[in-house]
């Protein structure tokens, strides 16, 4: 079966546009995560969907960044005003049984 | 807040050594602890799990047991492959939050030479 899914795999952007990174969970999933893998911070927990509603934004570093999840499946990460200190891979997780958690091959971000 | 400390490495290793690679965690009540792989140009996997005290993950040769006692879930492999060469996290996740967020350490990248 397909595994989870992220576009773009690369994205490259000028410092203050809007970008948007999508993830397609394994299907049936409920539960999504975003985290950020960057060489500094380790890799960081952003958001947590359960279906669509997000309980769990603690890890939304500032306002800017901000994600939706729609009909239970797809969700899209937005970051606007992109800063340097963005740059980082992005990474979304998938899950139907507590702790067991699948990771898509993530979205690398540069912001030039 | 819960959090992750591992050996950060790198590990360079021969071929059949031993491996360890320690990993120890703070947290409230009773998390899941993990070890997640990522191998060169691909994302990443779990490797193994325990969900309580004393549980034994074990999975391609590695293994890992759950010491509530001493907060550690030590990664151990009797004898590395070149095809092991790869980042290793150690992680944890309990409810807090809201979530079952997975809170991973920094990494440990080992390096298995022929």
């Known amino acids: 079966g397909a595994g989870v899914s992220q576009s773009p795999s690369n994205k490259v952007t000028e410092k203050g546009k809007d970008v948007e990174l999508r993830c397609d969970p394994i299907s049936g999933h409920t539960a999504l995560y975003w985290y950020r893998q960057s060489l500094g911070q380790g890799l960081e927990f952003l958001i947590y969907f359960q279906g669509n509603s997000a309980p769990d934004k603690s890890g939304l570093p500032s306002d800017r960044f901000s994600a939706e999840r729609t009909g239970g499946s797809v969700s899209t990460l937005t970051i606007q005003r992109t800063q340097q200190e963005d740059s980082a891979v992005y990474l979304c997780a998938s899950s139907l049984v507590v702790g067991q958690q699948y990771f898509g091959p993530g979205t690398r971000l540069t912001v030039t | ?114």
């Open chain 2, 1 to 114: 807040g819960n959090s992750v400390t591992q050996m950060e490495g790198p590990v360079t290793l021969s071929e059949e050594a031993f491996l360890t690679i320690n990993c120890t965690y703070t947290a409230t009540g009773y998390p899941s602890l993990f070890w997640y792989v990522q191998y060169p140009g691909e994302g990443l996997q779990l490797l193994l799990k325990a969900t309580k005290a004393d549980d034994k993950g074990s999975n391609k040769g590695f293994e890992a047991t759950y010491r509530k006692e001493t907060t550690s879930f030590h990664l151990e492999k009797g004898s590395v492959q070149v095809s092991d060469s790869a980042v290793y996290f150690c992680a944890l996740s309990g409810p807090q939050g809201g979530s079952e967020k997975l809170v991973f350490g920094k990494g440990t990248k080992l390096t298995v030479n022929p």
